[in-house]
């Protein structure tokens, strides 16, 4: 069972270029999450979407567009990418479980803008 | 707004002692709380969770109990392995459903 696979893994890119995150999920969830992660911050929301064809804004959501292409996919695009974008970036779809919600996390992907 | 506190890292340990990490949360309503695990190099794995007061979470050794009258949920392992290093989260989820993290917790368990 794969869960939430995150591609690429590691990404080095120059200030200006663009570049899309691709995230896909199996576990048939309705809702999944965009994150990043920087130092002594913990996980801050960027976007998310509650069900296929809806989207909305989190926490950080400037300097980023997304795509809820179909259920099981949930891409991020930096469209002119600038050195505050380096962090690592975590996909998640959630599920309810015994009345919780629960998260699933992706392994991330590393991106330096240099 | 909701928020998370957990108690700044890191945290140094010698094997087989004993371990707190503690978090408190604000929060409207009665959300759900969690710990979650970050190997190096990984993704954030659910730890343990408790959904309503003085539920008590565990897995792995780990424990933390759900404190509504203090607002809390320390983590607690009794006997810590050099396999424990890692960072902690502390997160609630809100009626929304979102995730709102602590800034994590970094533990080094030394031989």
């Known amino acids: 069972n794969a869960g939430v696979t995150q591609t690429p893994k590691f990404q080095v890119l120059k200030t200006g270029q663009s570049m899309t995150l691709q995230c896909a999920q199996d576990?048939?969830?309705?809702?999944m999450y965009w994150y990043r992660q920087d130092p002594g911050m913990g996980l801050r929301l960027i976007y998310y979407s509650a069900s296929e064809g809806t989207t909305d804004k989190g926490e950080v959501p400037n300097g980023y567009n997304v795509s809820r292409l179909n259920k099981r996919e949930f891409s991020l695009r930096l469209e002119s990418a600038a050195p505050s974008q380096t962090s690592v970036y975590f996909c998640?779809?959630?599920?309810?479980?015994?009345?919780?919600?629960?998260?699933?996390f992706g392994a991330g992907t590393r991106l330096s803008v240099l | 707004g909701d928020s998370v506190t957990q108690m700044e890292g890191p945290v140094t340990l010698s094997e087989e002692a004993f371990l707190t990490i503690n978090c408190t949360y604000t929060a409207t309503g009665y959300p759900s709380l969690f710990w979650y695990v970050q190997y190096p190099g990984e993704g954030l794995q659910l730890l343990l969770k408790?959904?309503?007061?003085?539920d008590k979470g565990s897995n792995k050794g780990f424990e933390a109990t759900y404190r509504k009258e203090t607002t809390s949920f320390h983590l607690e392992k009794g006997s810590v392995q050099v396999s424990d290093s890692a960072v902690y989260f502390c997160?609630?989820?809100?009626?929304?459903?979102?995730?709102?993290f602590g800034q994590g917790t970094t533990l080094q368990v030394k031989p």
């Open positions: 997160a609630l989820s809100s009626n929304t459903g979102k995730l709102i």
């Open positions: 408790a959904t309503k007061a003085d």
């Open positions: 576990m048939n969830h309705n809702s």
């Open positions: 998640a779809s959630r599920t309810t479980e015994w009345g919780a919600n629960i998260q699933y």
